[in-house]
């Protein structure tokens, strides 16, 4: 299995031991699961966009009071 060699400051190993540590978790699993919900976020995000940007439309109809006012904010 792909292995990465990560070097980290005393410091920043330290605060992530004390983390792995409170989640019940070693630290190599640890630094895993949380790089893999870092991409499940990113991707999550990038979905979520897509669908606002692909709906809006149908939002600012559906609620006008909410919809953006030419001055950038939310109309009064």
């Known amino acids: ?11 920043e190993l330290a605060a992530i031991r004390e983390a792995a540590a409170a989640d019940g978790k070693s630290i190599k699993a ?7 919900r870092e991409q499940q976020r990113r991707r999550f995000v990038e979905r979520a966009a897509k669908f606002w940007n692909e709906h809006i439309e149908e939002f600012d109809a559906a609620f006008p009071e909410e919809a ?8 009064a």
């Open 1 to 11: 299995m792909p292995a990465l060699n990560i070097e980290f400051t005393e410091e």
């Open 30 to 36: 640890y630094v895993h699961d949380l790089s893999v």
């Open 68 to 75: 953006p006012t030419s001055e950038g904010g939310a109309a």
